[in-house]
């Protein structure tokens, strides 16, 4: 795509446009990231058979788009920026000043598992609260604060002491691990990148990927069950090569020796994540429920919590194997539907595993709704034996 230039009479400048950019502006105007984001991209390609225009006509653009979506406070908070518009800066409880951001602190609601709208409203009301006052700088306590008196009068005193628990941990400086678990086809990948950028963290790791490693070193004629899919993997057992069909004993059977092939890297990386106090998101079918049990974590201080994913329609999980074809070609539809069977017994057995051992099950119909799901489990988890107040966080 060709860049387009967006010129600017008044001040001699002509510079590309940047869809960031203009995330930014729509996003300080009002709107969450996602929607500030969608309607951007909209500009983009609405522009995209252009050379360049000025910034005016590009205003003008942007104006009529949020016209049409009835954002009457959002279009006037876009079109008199110039002159309504401040800049809060806010202090950190280390001394350090960076400027408000709607991204950032919707961002950090989504983290206690309040879905996109919610969120938004809580943001709005607090940005709208910064820019009717003119509050040019605020200490983070005192945001924070806010927020939380905002979360309680909108949603209850539940909502925000879950505020709570959350900054009280982003405090503490301790680890969290997530282990995600669940069978071919769920979800798992898109669902741990999903929360990693509402949690923040930067380190996540496939047990696919360790399998691929392990393979590299371990050649096939040694330990044959790792060269396969996990439910295929009873194939690969002495004297079941020549079966066409399986019970699910036996494909379970399989799986498990390939589990515990993986247990030793799965807690490798783990112990390793724990050993530089940094948060990690482990996810993959080898995620076994009792994985966390194996995890020593005397004195790490670490949050770990354990979520099994799964799709509970199988017509829906034949959906999600389909898109596989689709969004990742070299891995193929195929061979998935037609040992869906497998696939489908093998994830009955984890939810059993999962029910028994106490791990909680998300189902993953809906994308959005799964990660606010995994957003409520995490905070519920680090607030066992969490004794925090407004005054205990804030001061």
Request: glycine content about 8%; proline content about 2%; overall charge positive.
């Given at each position: ?15 590309p446009?940047?869809r ?24 983009r ?5 252009e ?15 949020l ?49 996109l ?93 360790l ?44 799986y ?51 979520v ?7 017509e829906?999980l034949k959906?999600h ?8 070609p ?55 034996d ?10």
């Open positions: 795509m060709a860049r387009v230039a967006v010129v600017d009479a008044a001040e001699g400048t002509r510079v446009f940047l960031g950019i203009l995330t930014r502006s729509l996003s300080d105007a009002g709107l969450s990231f996602e929607q500030a984001y969608e309607l951007a991209s909209k500009v390609d609405d522009i995209a058979g050379t360049e225009l000025s910034t005016g006509a590009l205003k003008k653009r942007v104006a009529k788009m016209r049409e979506m009835k954002l009457s406070e959002v279009l006037d908070n876009y079109e008199n920026g110039s002159h309504r518009r401040i800049t809060t800066l806010v202090i950190d409880t280390n001394g350090q000043v960076n400027p408000f951001s709607t991204s950032d602190h919707q961002r950090c609601l989504q983290s206690i598992g309040l879905s709208d919610k969120s938004a409203t809580i943001t709005r009301a607090i940005w709208n609260h910064l820019l009717e006052k003119g509050i040019k700088e605020i200490h983070s306590n005192e945001l924070g604060k806010m927020t939380y008196a905002e979360l309680k009068k909108t949603f209850g005193a539940k909502t925000a002491r879950n505020y709570l628990v959350w900054i009280s941990y982003t405090r503490s400086g301790r680890p969290l691990i997530l282990l995600l678990g669940g069978t071919t086809g769920c979800g798992k990948s898109t669902i741990a990148t999903e929360v990693a950028h509402r949690l923040g963290i930067i380190r996540t790791q496939s047990t696919d990927m399998r691929e490693v392990m393979r590299m070193m371990t050649p096939k004629r040694l330990l044959p069950s790792l060269h396969t899919s996990s439910f295929n993997a009873w194939r690969l057992l002495p004297g079941q090569s020549d079966k066409e069909s399986v019970d699910e004993k036996l494909m379970i059977a399989g498990t020796s390939q589990v515990e092939l993986l247990s030793l890297p799965c807690e490798a990386v783990v112990q390793r994540a724990l050993r530089e106090r940094v948060s990690l998101i482990l996810e993959g079918v080898h995620v076994h429920p009792s994985l966390a049990g194996k995890i020593d974590n005397d004195g790490g201080g670490a949050a770990i919590v354990s099994m994913l799964a799709v509970v329609k199988q829906r959906r194997l389909s898109g596989r074809g689709e969004s990742a070299g891995r193929g539809s195929q061979k998935y539907l037609s040992d869906f069977d497998s696939i489908w017994a093998l994830q009955s057995a984890l939810l059993y595993e999962a029910d028994v051992l106490g791990v909680p099950i998300v189902n993953n119909d809906n994308k959005d709704e799964a990660t606010d799901q995994i957003m409520r489990i995490v905070i519920a988890a680090l607030a066992e969490c004794d925090v107040s407004a005054k205990s966080v804030f001061g």
